[in-house]
C-alpha cells in the first residue's frame, strides 16, 4: 500500500517536471488539403503523411519544447472553399504556418490570404507559377512541370529522338505543362510535330493519337502531359494503335495505379519522378537513399499502403518548416520565412534542396529520376 | 482511309455508350415524363459494382450480375421513395428531385467504395484486331455487339410481351392507360427498373476501355442526354440513333477538326440540327390537345 503511494507521488512528481514545457500553448501548424474530390489520389497520402509525421514528432517531445498542433481541412478539390479555409486559418485558428494546398489550382487561390498575413505557406502542388514570380512566402516542394519536359527532353535528346508528338489533358495540369513543354522544347532541339489534347473526362484518345501517328514526315516519341485517368488511357490507346515508338509519361502518373489501370500496355513507358519510388534500387551511396527509405518503411507500416510521391512532397514540406522553426528559434512569421529561405542541403523525398531568396522550391534537374515500366515494376534507367 | 476507319470505330464504340444512357432517359421520359439526371449513376454503379465485386473473388459474370441487380434496385428505390412521393409535382421539381438523388447516389458510392480509379479484365484478351488498316480492341466488339443485343431484348419486350404493351400504352396517354386497367404506377417501376439494369449494362461492357471511378457518371448522364435531345426525346430509335451520332461526331471532329475544340465541335452541330428540326432527329411533333 505504502510504496504505491510513494510511486504515486514519484509519478505525479515527474509530471509536474514535465508539465512547463507541455503547459505552453502548441504551435499550430494549417494545412488545407483535396482529401476528397478529384485530386484525393493526390490530397489523400498528403493527409496522411502530416498527420503521422506530427505525431511521431510529438511524441519525441516537439519542437522549441512545444507541441504541435495540426489544423487541417479538406477542400474537396474546389479553389473557392480552399480560400475560405485559407481565411479560417488565419483569423480564427491563429496557425503559425501552412503546409498544403494539393493542387495548383487551390495554392494559387490561397496564396494572396497568406501573403496578406505574412504566413509561410508550403505548397505541394506541381504548377510553376506558384513560384514564379517569387512571392515573399509563398514555397512549394514538388517539382514543377516545366522541370518534367526538361528532363524528359534531355532523355530524348541522349537517345537521338528529335520529331516529339505531344499529347495533354485541358485540365489545369496538363494545360500548363504542354505551355512548360512547348516553351523548352527548342532549347534541346526537340521538334513538336503535333500537338493534341483532350478533356478530363475523355474516355478515347485513338482519334488524337492517330493524328500524331499519321503526322506528316513521322514522330520519333510521344510525351503526354497529364495526371489521373486520362494517362492511363492513352497509355492504352497507344498500345492499341501500336504506334511504334517510345512513350513518356509525367511525374503525374507516378503511382502504383497508374500501373495497375495501364496494365501490360504501360511496358516500356518512361516517366520521370522522384527517387522515393525507387528506393531500393537507389545505390547506397546516393545522398537520398536513407531518407526515402526511412519514409517509405514508415509510412507503409503504418498505413497499409504503398508510398506515393504526393505523400512524400507533404513530409519534404513539413522537415523543411520544422527545421526553419528551429532555426528562427520563434514562431513569428517572417522569422520562420527566413528560416525556409536559409534551407540548404535538406534531403528529402524529393530530391536535395536549397532554397534562397530567388527560389522558393530549392530543386534542380538533379532530383528527376528517369524511370521506365518494366515487368510492371518502376525501373531506374538514369 | 485506316484513318478514317479508326476515328469511325472510336466513336462507335462511345457512341454506344451514349445511346445506351440516351435509351434509359426515354424509357423513363416516355412513363413518367421525368427526365432522370441520375441516369449516368446507374453506368457508374455498374462498373463499380463489378469491380469490388470481382476483387472480392467472385467470378466477372457473378460480380457483373450482381452489379446489375444493385442497378435495379438503386432504380426501383428511386421511384418509390422520390419520385413517387413527388407525384404530381411539375417537370423542373421532378428534374431536380432526379439531380440530387444523383448526388446522393454518388455520395453513398463514395463512402462505400473509394474515389481511386478502377478497372477489370476485358472479357476476351487485350490484344487489338487489326481491320482494314485500323485497330480494333475486342472489347470494342462487346460494346457494341452488347449495345446491339440490349436495344433488340427492349424491342422484343415492348412489341411482344403484355407488360412491354403497358409501357407503351402508358407512355402514349396515361389517363387512357389507366382508365383501361393498366397499373401505371407498377409500369412506372418497371420503367426505373429496366432504366437502372440498361444503365448498369453499358457501364460493365465499358469499363474495361474507359475504366470507372464514383464521378464518372455525371458527364455520361449530360452527354446522354444531349444524345437524346439530338434523336428527338421520347423516341427509343432517336435514343440510339443520337447517341451513335454524338459519339461519331466527337471522334470524327478530334480526328478532322481539332481535338481542342471537339466537344464544342460536337455540341455546335447539335445545335445546328436542332434549330432546324426542333423535335429532334426521329422527334414526333409536339400537338397541342385542347
Redesign the interface.
Same mark, same amino acid.
Given at each position: 500500500m505504502q510504496r504505491r503511494q510513494i510511486l504515486a507521488a514519484t509519478a505525479a512528481a515527474a509530471l509536474c517536471a514535465a508539465v512547463p514545457a507541455i503547459a505552453q500553448a502548441p504551435i499550430r501548424i494549417g494545412s488545407v488539403l483535396s482529401v476528397t474530390g478529384p485530386a484525393a489520389f493526390l490530397g489523400d497520402p498528403e493527409a496522411r503523411t502530416l498527420r503521422l509525421y506530427i505525431d511521431r514528432i510529438n511524441q519525441a517531445g516537439g519542437v522549441l519544447g512545444r507541441r504541435l498542433e495540426l489544423i487541417l481541412y479538406d477542400d474537396g478539390g474546389d479553389a473557392t472553399r480552399a480560400r475560405t479555409f485559407a481565411t479560417r486559418l488565419v483569423e480564427e485558428d491563429r496557425i503559425v504556418a501552412v503546409v498544403g494546398g494539393t493542387t495548383t489550382g487551390t495554392s494559387l487561390a490561397m496564396i494572396p490570404v497568406f501573403e496578406e498575413a505574412k504566413i509561410p505557406f508550403i505548397s505541394l502542388a506541381g504548377g510553376i507559377e506558384i513560384i514564379e514570380p517569387v512571392k515573399p512566402f509563398t514555397f512549394k516542394t514538388p517539382h514543377t512541370d516545366k522541370m518534367a519536359c526538361e528532363k524528359i527532353f534531355a532523355d530524348l535528346r541522349k537517345r537521338g529522338l528529335t520529331r516529339v508528338g505531344l499529347i495533354s489533358g485541358t485540365g489545369g495540369f496538363g494545360a500548363s505543362m504542354r505551355n512548360q513543354c512547348l516553351r523548352v522544347a527548342g532549347e534541346f532541339g526537340i521538334t513538336i510535330v503535333a500537338d493534341e489534347r483532350y478533356g478530363p473526362g475523355d474516355t478515347d484518345m485513338t482519334p488524337q493519337l492517330t493524328r500524331i501517328r499519321n503526322v506528316a514526315g513521322g514522330v520519333q516519341a510521344v510525351v503526354n502531359a497529364d495526371f489521373g485517368q486520362g494517362p492511363a488511357i492513352v497509355t492504352r490507346n497507344f498500345a492499341q494503335l501500336n504506334i511504334g515508338v517510345p512513350l513518356y509519361q509525367s511525374h503525374g502518373v507516378a503511382s502504383r495505379s497508374f500501373i495497375e489501370l495501364a496494365g501490360a500496355a504501360a511496358e516500356g513507358v518512361r516517366l520521370p519522378a522522384a527517387a522515393l519510388l525507387v528506393a531500393e534500387q537507389l545505390p547506397d551511396d546516393d545522398p537520398q537513399k536513407r531518407v526515402v527509405m526511412d519514409y517509405k518503411r514508415t509510412y507503409e507500416s503504418t498505413q497499409n499502403q504503398p508510398v506515393s510521391t504526393f505523400g512524400g512532397h507533404a513530409y519534404d514540406g513539413l522537415m523543411i518548416l520544422i527545421e526553419a522553426i528551429k532555426r528562427a528559434k520563434s514562431t513569428d512569421g517572417t522569422r520562420i520565412r527566413d528560416g525556409i529561405r536559409a534551407t540548404r542541403g535538406f534531403i528529402g523525398t524529393g530530391g536535395v534542396v536549397n532554397m534562397s531568396a530567388t527560389d522558393h522550391m530549392g530543386l534542380d534537374l538533379s532530383a528527376f529520376r528517369m524511370l521506365e515500366i518494366r515487368g510492371g515494376n518502376w525501373t531506374l534507367v538514369d | 482511309m485506316d %484513318?478514317l476507319l %479508326?476515328?469511325v470505330?472510336?466513336g462507335l464504340?462511345?457512341g454506344a455508350v451514349y445511346a445506351l444512357v440516351a435509351l434509359g432517359f426515354t424509357l423513363i421520359y416516355n412513363a413518367s415524363d421525368v427526365i432522370n439526371f441520375a441516369q449516368g449513376e446507374f453506368v457508374m454503379l455498374g462498373g463499380m459494382v463489378t469491380v469490388f465485386a470481382h476483387a472480392a473473388g467472385m467470378p466477372l459474370p457473378l460480380a457483373a450480375g450482381l452489379a446489375v441487380a444493385v442497378a435495379i434496385a438503386t432504380g426501383l428505390a428511386l421511384h418509390r421513395f422520390a419520385i413517387e412521393p413527388a407525384r404530381g409535382a411539375d417537370a423542373v421539381t421532378l428534374i431536380i428531385i432526379t439531380i440530387g438523388a444523383s448526388i446522393l447516389i454518388r455520395g453513398l458510392a %463514395?463512402i462505400a467504395f473509394d474515389? %481511386?480509379?478502377?478497372?477489370f479484365p476485358a472479357f476476351s484478351g487485350?490484344d487489338?484486331i487489326a481491320l482494314l488498316g485500323a485497330?480494333v480492341?475486342p472489347q470494342s466488339l462487346w460494346v457494341l455487339g452488347g449495345a446491339a443485343a440490349i436495344v433488340a431484348a427492349l424491342r422484343l419486350f415492348m412489341d411482344k410481351t403484355l407488360l412491354g404493351k403497358a409501357v407503351r400504352a402508358t407512355a402514349a396517354n396515361r389517363l387512357a392507360a389507366r382508365l383501361v386497367g393498366i397499373d401505371t404506377a407498377l409500369v412506372l417501376a418497371i420503367a426505373f427498373g429496366a432504366s437502372g439494369a440498361i444503365g448498369a449494362l453499358a457501364g460493365i461492357l465499358?469499363t474495361p476501355?474507359?475504366?470507372t471511378?464514383v464521378?464518372?457518371g455525371t458527364?455520361l448522364a449530360l452527354k446522354g442526354f444531349a444524345a437524346a435531345m439530338l434523336g428527338g426525346i421520347g423516341n427509343p430509335v432517336g435514343a440510339v440513333a443520337g447517341g451513335i451520332a454524338l459519339g461519331l461526331l466527337e471522334?470524327?471532329a478530334?480526328?478532322f477538326v481539332s481535338?481542342?475544340y471537339?466537344?464544342a465541335v460536337a455540341f455546335l452541330l447539335i445545335i445546328a440540327v436542332l434549330f432546324a428540326l426542333p423535335q429532334g432527329l426521329f422527334g414526333r411533333r409536339a400537338i397541342e390537345r385542347v
Open positions: - | %484513318q %479508326q476515328f470505330f472510336s464504340t462511345v %463514395q474515389r %481511386q480509379f478502377h478497372r487485350e487489338p485497330t480492341l465499358i476501355i474507359t475504366l471511378s464521378g464518372v458527364l471522334s470524327l478530334a480526328g481535338s481542342t471537339k466537344d
